[in-house]
């Protein structure tokens, strides 16, 4: 059995009995408690379980990691998905952009290109994007979260709505095996529903640690996408549903 298979079984029983010590581990996987320590410490750094003493339980669904603590994890990884995203933006399009780092990472990605419209509910973003003279940077209104600079709510919504655009860039939290995108805020969630709403592509970017995370508000299916764009191949149910739906899938 690889490490990826096993790491996805673990995940399985984690989320099936909310918690499962390395001894019920070792014995079930027939492996040393090591192997098993090396596994549940692999995806807790990725953000899909919880670490404790003497085995691991299933990810808070009511809380994001840290902003701080965000903005660097997987840092390679979203770099290589920006890169990648940007090359099919062209010159001269319009696009939305919202919360997340990394969708801030595709924006100093987008610094090469030249005169972009951007709408976005990201405080980090625009200012990224505002060093660019021929960009035209539009910040929609609303209550600004302090800890991530991310622009929610009602008015937020009425604004996006004024609007339609080439493209709209979205990032996500977590992407449930059956393709549901999950996030923590749901005034965040209505905005980048919005967001999809007015755009006539969906640019959708996530890394490998976003698959089975949990979160506790459905922001929509990935089948709304028209480009996913990660750093691993996703699982098979998961592949099977870009397939059916002709997303078309980045994997760099």
Same mark, same amino acid.
């Given at each position: ?23 019920? @581990? ?12 090396? *596994? ?6 990725d ?11 299933v ?25 990648? @995203? ?23 990605? @987008? ?54 655009? *080439? ?13 549901t ?13 919005? $967001? ?8 959708l ?25 990660t ?6 149910? $998961?592949?099977q549903?870009l397939? *059916? ?8």
């Amino acid at each position: 059995m690889t490490q990826r298979r096993r790491q996805d079984l673990i995940l399985e029983k984690v989320q099936a009995t909310g918690f499962v010590t390395i001894d019920e @581990l070792v014995e079930h996987f027939q492996v040393t408690p090591q192997t098993i320590r090396r *596994d549940l410490n692999q995806l807790a750094q990725d953000n899909k379980l919880r670490r404790h003493h003497g085995g691991a339980g299933v990810e808070s669904s009511t809380e994001n990691t840290a902003y701080q603590a965000r903005k660097i994890m997987d840092l390679d990884a979203k770099e290589k998905i920006a890169q990648q @995203l940007v090359k099919i933006i062209p010159d001269g399009a319009s696009l939305f952009i919202n919360i997340g780092t990394t969708t801030e990472t595709i924006a100093r990605a @987008l610094l090469n290109h030249n005169n972009l419209r951007v709408v976005t509910n990201n405080l980090h973003v625009a200012s990224i994007l505002c060093a660019k003279e021929d960009f035209t940077v539009i910040v929609a209104g609303g209550e600004v979260r302090n800890r991530d600079g991310g622009i929610v709510g009602e008015a937020t919504r009425d604004f996006i709505n004024q609007f339609q655009m *080439d493209f709209g860039i979205i990032g996500i939290s977590g992407i449930h095996s059956d393709g549901t995108l999950l996030d923590f805020d749901y005034r965040e969630v209505r905005v980048a529903q919005t $967001i999809i709403a007015n755009s006539r592509q969906v640019l959708l970017a996530a890394d490998h640690s976003k698959f089975g995370r949990n979160a506790m508000v459905r922001l929509g299916n990935i089948v709304q996408a028209d480009h996913f764009f990660t750093d691993q191949t996703p699982p098979a149910e $998961i592949r099977q549903q870009l397939i *059916d739906h002709q997303v078309e899938l980045h994997v760099v």
